[in-house]
């Protein structure tokens, strides 16, 4: 570390019921449960009920990928429309895309 400079903090969030952004909006390379090639950014996954809650939650078959995600402030900010634009934008995609997903 370089004299003077901080450590930057990671502030890890408790996931908002229903919000489901990272469901839709990031991109999973590997295997789902009926979704043997992954997921591309901005598909809704098959396993995001219309809750918002994903149906693998708590379930041994919830891929790896998904038990390792950790909501944090800077990933998820304060609503789930900040989850989705700022999600969107690292994945390269557009924000409005993936909000459509959530309106079936």
């Known amino acids: ?12 969030i408790e ?9 839709v909006a990031i991109s999973i390379s590997s295997a789902i449960p ?3 090639n992954g ?8 396993h ?4 918002g ?9 919830r891929p790896s990928v998904c038990l390792g995600f950790r909501a944090e ?3 998820c900010g304060s609503t789930r429309e900040e989850a989705v634009a700022i999600i969107a934008g690292l994945e390269g995609i557009n924000a409005q ?5 959530f309106i079936k």
């Open 1 to 12: 570390m370089i004299a003077g400079s901080t450590k930057s903090q990671v502030e890890f």
């Open 15 to 23: 996931c908002r019921a229903g919000c489901g952004a990272c469901c």
């Open 34 to 36: 009926g979704m043997p």
């Open 39 to 46: 997921k591309p950014a901005g598909v809704r996954c098959i």
């Open 48 to 51: 995001l009920n219309t809750d």
């Open 53 to 61: 809650l994903c149906a693998l939650f708590g379930k041994p078959e």
């Open 73 to 75: 402030k800077a990933v």
């Open 97 to 101: 895309d993936v909000m459509r997903q």
